[in-house]
C-alpha cells in the first residue's frame, strides 16, 4: 500500500481572526491504528490523526465548528467518527460514507444520527467503495427520510461523468472540492459551468476545498481564485469551506491549514461574504442553527 504524506506538523494561524461559529467543514478522522484497524482491501491507510490534534488544530485557527467526514479507509465502521463526536462535543456534526446505508442496520443508522451524523457521502470510484445503481437509489431514499444531505467527491478530472447520479435530486446535495474544476480551464470549463447552474437551485451546496491539489501553479495559489470567486458569486448563500484535514492520499508536502484560510479570505473578499461561508451557511446547513 503506498505511504501518504502526514499532516504538517507546524500549522500556524490565519492572518485575521475568524468569524465566532466559524466551521471547518470537511475533516477526517484517522487512528491510533490499533484502536481503529482500517477496513479489509482498503484503498489506503493514513498516518494517524486523531480527533485530539483535529481540534488543537482548530483551537489554533480558531474554528469552533466541524464536521467530521467518515474516510473510506474504514468503511462501514463508523466508530472514529462516532468517538471523534463524543469527544468533540455539540458543536461538531458528522458525515457518513455512503456505504453504511447499504450495509448497516436501521439501528446502526440511527445511532449515527443520534450522534450528529447528518450527511452521507458517495466517493469517487478509485477510492474503492461503488454502488449498483438500485443500491444507490435506496442509499438516496433512506438520506431523504432521515433528513440528511448526500455528499459527492469529485472524479480527479472534474465530475462531468458523475453528474447523473446528482444532479436531479432534489435533497440538498454537497459536491466537494469545487468539483475539482480545471482552473486552467477557466469559464470553458464544463465542471466550472455545471456547478454554477446547479447553484442557482438551492438545494446544490459547493464546498471550497482542496486548493492545494486543484492549483496548477502552486501556493499560493492564485491561479484558483478566479474559479472560488465565480462560484461564491453564483450563490454566496451555497458556499462552505473545509480544510480536508490531514488532507488524505497526499504525495507532496501537505499545506498549512492557516495559508488555506488566508486563502478563502482572498476567495471571499470582504467580511460578509467570509461571515456565510465559514459560519452562516454551515449553520444553515449541518443544524448548528437549530
Known amino acids: 500500500m503506498p505511504q501518504y504524506q502526514a499532516f504538517n506538523p507546524n500549522p500556524t494561524a490565519p492572518a485575521y481572526r475568524l468569524p465566532p461559529g466559524s466551521c471547518d467543514s470537511q475533516f477526517h478522522v484517522f487512528g491510533p491504528a490499533d484502536r481503529y484497524p482500517v477496513r479489509p482491501g482498503a484503498a489506503y491507510e493514513m498516518p494517524s490523526a486523531t480527533i485530539e490534534t483535529a481540534l488543537g488544530l482548530h483551537r489554533l485557527l480558531g474554528i469552533q465548528r466541524g464536521v467530521i467526514v467518515q474516510a473510506t479507509t474504514y468503511g462501514a465502521d463508523h466508530q472514529v467518527v462516532l468517538d471523534g463526536l463524543a469527544a468533540a462535543g455539540p458543536s461538531y456534526r458528522g458525515c457518513a460514507n455512503a456505504v453504511v446505508l447499504a450495509e448497516c442496520d436501521d439501528a446502526y443508522i440511527q445511532k449515527l444520527h443520534d450522534a450528529g451524523v447528518r450527511g452521507a457521502r458517495f466517493t469517487r470510484q478509485g477510492l474503492g467503495i461503488s454502488m449498483a445503481p438500485d443500491v444507490f437509489d435506496r442509499?438516496?431514499?433512506?438520506?431523504?427520510?432521515?433528513?440528511?444531505y448526500a455528499k459527492f467527491q469529485p472524479e480527479p478530472?472534474?465530475?462531468?461523468?458523475?453528474?447523473a447520479q446528482f444532479q436531479n435530486l432534489e435533497i440538498p446535495v454537497v459536491l466537494d472540492h469545487m468539483g475539482r474544476a480545471d482552473p486552467s480551464a477557466g469559464a470553458a470549463d464544463p465542471t466550472r459551468r455545471?456547478?454554477?447552474?446547479?447553484?442557482?437551485?438551492?438545494?446544490?451546496?459547493?464546498?471550497?476545498?482542496?486548493?492545494?491539489?486543484?492549483?496548477?501553479?502552486?501556493?499560493?495559489?492564485?491561479?484558483?481564485?478566479?474559479?472560488a470567486q465565480a462560484l461564491i458569486a453564483a450563490n454566496p448563500d451555497r458556499v462552505v469551506w473545509g480544510s480536508d484535514w490531514p488532507h488524505p492520499v497526499s504525495v507532496k508536502a501537505t499545506p498549512n491549514e492557516g495559508r488555506l484560510l488566508d486563502q478563502l479570505a482572498r476567495h471571499a473578499g470582504d467580511q460578509a461574504t467570509l461571515k456565510k461561508i465559514l459560519v452562516d451557511n454551515p449553520a444553515h446547513l449541518f443544524g448548528f442553527d437549530k
Do not use: C, H, Y
Open 139 to 148: 442509499a438516496i431514499a433512506r438520506i431523504r427520510e432521515l433528513g440528511w
Open 157 to 163: 478530472d472534474g465530475m462531468m461523468a458523475q453528474a
Open 194 to 227: 455545471m456547478l454554477e447552474s446547479l447553484l442557482s437551485r438551492g438545494n446544490f451546496w459547493v464546498m471550497l476545498s482542496l486548493t492545494e491539489k486543484i492549483s496548477r501553479t502552486g501556493e499560493p495559489w492564485d491561479d484558483v481564485i478566479p474559479l
